[in-house]
């Protein structure tokens, strides 16, 4: 069993920063892989990085450059540093775990892994 905790979101202005994190408590096996996903009202979830704890990552297609995704192993938290957010990052943003699977940077954060556990999901909105 693994337990995520997700926190750093909030209300924020076109071009601000921000960190997200998320921190999991219980079978490290079962957070080998962890990743974040959003989801905007109205729309699908979708995968925006992933990281094992070798360091690996992936990041979702249209995440490159404004996103990164990194972990502390010792703590067990991942976190996502958002820079120059855009109005359509507003989005509940949900930190997810499980096993690995195939975890390189051309395989979509979704797939990396079988994500079994799901935190509750941190709220990022923008305006401008």
């Known amino acids: 069993q693994v337990r995520l905790v997700e926190s750093g979101g909030g209300s924020v202005q076109v071009g601000d920063s921000l960190k997200l994190s998320c921190t999991a408590t219980?079978?490290?096996?079962?957070?080998?892989?962890m990743a974040w996903f959003r989801q905007a009202p109205g729309k699908e979830r979708e995968g925006v990085a992933a990281?094992?704890?070798?360091?690996?990552?992936s990041y979702g297609g249209s995440m490159k450059g404004r996103f990164t995704v990194s972990r502390n192993n010792v703590e067990n938290t991942l976190y996502l540093q958002i820079n120059s957010v855009q109005p359509e990052d507003t989005a509940m943003y949900y930190c997810?775990?499980?096993?690995?699977?195939?975890?390189?940077?051309?395989?979509?954060?979704?797939?990396?892994?079988?994500?079994?556990?799901w935190g509750q999901g941190t709220q990022v909105t923008v305006s401008s």
């Open positions: 219980g079978s490290t096996h079962d957070s080998a892989c």
């Open positions: 997810a775990a499980g096993p690995c699977g195939t975890m390189d940077a051309g395989t979509n954060p979704a797939y990396v892994a079988d994500f079994g556990y």
């Open positions: 990281m094992d704890v070798d360091g690996r990552t």
